[in-house]
Nanobody
């Protein structure tokens, strides 16, 4: 299984970025997909997840600003991030699990990280 994340970068406060993660080696449409992030000196935390049926989960800190979506035809999950804040600065990791409940606790698969930096 490979999860290839892209789309990170440097953005100013209030700006937007869209992360993408293309998966291979698994039956994408049957998996819950999500995004975690890890800031320096902090634990890796779940940002958003989406189940195979489209159910979504968001951390309180990103509700109303971030939107997770998936395109099963492209084996890709997206994270649209709007109104970015300095505290959103972190390495963002794509993750996959058979169901959303597992994704929220202990994902089975991880992608490489992509750096998001929000400058003030």
């Amino acid at each position: 299984v490979q999860l290839q994340a892209s789309g990170g970068g440097l953005v100013q406060v209030g700006g937007s970025l869209r992360l993408s993660c293309r998966a291979s080696g698994l039956t994408f449409g049957r998996y819950a997909m999500g995004w975690y992030r890890q800031a320096p000196g902090k634990e890796r935390d779940l940002v958003a997840g989406i189940g195979s049926g489209g159910t979504t989960y968001y951390a309180d800190s990103v509700k109303g600003r971030f939107t997770i979506s998936r395109d099963n035809a492209k084996n890709t999950v997206y994270l649209q991030m709007n109104n970015l804040k300095p505290e959103d600065t972190a390495v963002y990791y794509c993750a996959a699990a058979p169901v959303l409940a597992v994704l929220i606790s202990t994902p089975n698969y991880w992608g490489q990280g992509t750096q998001v930096t929000v400058s003030s």
